[in-house]
């Protein structure tokens, strides 16, 4: 396993992390016969990952509990990273918020503590203070970001500091590119990605957008139309699909799988520290960590640019996959 500093803090963590996004949510994850968090979990650390993402609103809290309780005897040889939800974003609203996720990690410290969404800005300096407070405590290390934009980064560190900043990012996903990326490497920012596979779509398991779960088609790649979108617009559908299959068959043709194509593709990134994957059980798990170990060189690196260039350019550079640029959170 590759390890990579993150930013100017003194972690050095894995270059492919575990997500514990809705974690145990039969929705995202299958029945519980299908998912195995405690043994997913052993099989990460044995593998290398020492980084572990959740937050307080991943299963309600139930993610963090499920992740607590998996790496309770190996909590000293890992990293453990929580987001706080703009609702709490307030003083009194982020301790709190910072003691209940300690309570349900079963851990008397988070190692990264990130703020998970842009909120007003006027109060920035005040959470920062308090989260200041926290660390001075012993009960974060450090301070990051989540879904910041290159202006939403330079508000924040002219209230105060951060060493990360966790965004979505993946080869049907490439707006970060365009502005935020550059804010994160020119600040010194360790960027942080999720969603690297595009909830399944890298995977190559749906040759149609019918076939895609209604959860996973809320995404501005789907028309606005569909059932829990709220962007609005007319979507992508026909040439996400085609870059889909573009991708399947050129995985094919070289005989690598789709997903550790396409994570071999993102590792290699300017700028990118460590990948979230999030693995529902041991078997997947074992699969995609084959990108860790694997370097496909320059020329199917720039096949799989080409590939998805007429998406990225169909998308544009809103980096809020959910929101129209007017209602976008991220700026």
Not at 91 to 113: F, N
Not at 154 to 169: C, H, I, K, R, T
Not at 234 to 251: C, I, P, Q, R, Y
Not at 253 to 264: H, K, Q, R, T, Y
């Amino acid at each position: 396993m590759l390890y990579r500093q993150l930013g100017k803090s003194d972690l050095n963590i894995s270059a492919i992390s575990f997500g514990a996004w809705q974690i145990g949510d039969p929705d995202f994850w299958g029945t519980e016969t299908e998912a195995n968090p405690e043994d997913t979990v052993a099989a990460a650390i044995d593998a290398g990952i020492n980084f572990f993402d959740t937050a307080e609103v991943y299963g309600d809290g139930n993610s963090e509990v499920i992740l607590g309780k998996a790496l309770q005897e190996k909590r000293d040889k890992v990293y453990i990273a929580s987001k706080v939800s703009t609702d709490h974003c307030t003083p009194e609203g982020v301790r709190k918020a910072c003691e209940s996720s300690l309570q349900r990690l079963g851990t008397s410290w988070i190692d990264l503590y990130q703020i998970h969404w842009p909120f007003n800005n006027f109060c920035y300096h005040d959470v920062y203070m308090e989260l200041e407070k926290l660390k001075n405590e012993g009960k974060i290390r450090h301070v990051g970001l989540s879904n910041f934009g290159s202006r939403d980064i330079g508000e924040w560190m002219g209230e105060g500091v951060a060493v990360s900043n966790q965004l979505g990012y993946n080869l049907l996903f490439r707006a970060p590119e365009y502005d935020m990326i550059p804010t994160c490497r020119n600040c010194n920012l360790g960027v942080i990605t999720y969603m690297p596979l595009m909830q399944g779509l890298l995977t190559g398991q749906y040759d149609s957008v019918e076939k895609i779960p209604m959860p996973r088609r809320r995404t501005r790649h789907f028309d606005g139309k569909r059932e829990g979108a709220r962007h609005g617009q007319a979507g992508h559908e026909e040439v996400l699909m085609d870059t889909v299959e573009d991708l399947f068959d050129f995985s094919d043709a070289i005989g690598i799988p789709m997903s550790v194509l396409c994570l071999c593709w993102i590792m290699v990134q300017p700028g990118i520290t460590s990948v979230i994957l999030g693995s529902r059980n041991v078997e997947q798990l074992l699969l995609n960590l084959q990108a860790a170990d694997l370097n496909i060189g320059p020329a199917a690196i720039a096949q799989l640019n080409e590939f998805t260039f007429p998406l990225k350019v169909a998308m544009g550079e809103n980096c809020d996959m959910w929101e129209s640029e007017k209602n976008s959170r991220i700026h």
